[in-house]
């Protein structure tokens, strides 16, 4: 995953805004895990990594795998920076001007760090073309998914 253009790479920012109105406390906790790690490789710097810790770190329930919690069902249910998403088998597909962008995600996680709108996420993530082994803010609209599977988990108790 790349995510190479500088256009598409968003700012730090540090007023998380959700499309609804009040982030579960248990996300705000994830979210401040993930801001404290950016820039720094966690664990061994795999993409699952980040969201095995920051789980661990707050005390969340997980199936030590690839389940993070509760299922949100995206389109009809609120998405919170704080929750964590698994992708199998997705392609995006994009254009940032005149260029086309193609990226391939056969097995990765990434937590919601924040969210611009619906379907508009900025994710956190790590083991990535762009960041490497440390932890990298980039874009995600789930309107560039064109195949694949992903599932997004609320981290719980």
């Known amino acids: 995953m790349s995510f190479n253009d500088p256009e598409r790479k968003p700012e730090h920012r540090t007023n998380i805004i959700s499309e609804c109105d009040s982030i579960p406390e248990l996300n705000r906790q994830v979210i401040d895990f993930v801001t404290s790690k950016i820039k720094k490789k966690v664990g061994k710097g795999e993409c699952w990594d980040l969201a095995a810790e920051a789980l ?16 949100v069902h995206y389109q009809s249910e609120c998405v919170y920076p704080g929750d964590i998403m698994q992708f199998k088998g997705v392609k995006i597909h994009y254009q940032v001007g005149n260029r086309i962008y193609d990226e391939k995600m056969e097995q990765h996680t990434a ?36 195949r694949g599977k992903f599932t997004i988990y609320r981290p719980e108790k």
Request: glycine share 12%; net charge positive.
């Open 56 to 71: 661990n770190s707050v005390g969340a329930k997980w199936n030590g795998q690839y389940v993070f919690g509760n299922v």
């Open 111 to 146: 937590i919601i760090y924040e969210v611009k709108a619906k379907g508009d996420y900025v994710l956190a993530h790590q083991n990535t073309s762009f960041s490497g082994k440390k932890v990298g803010l980039s874009p995600l609209k789930l309107s560039d998914i064109t």
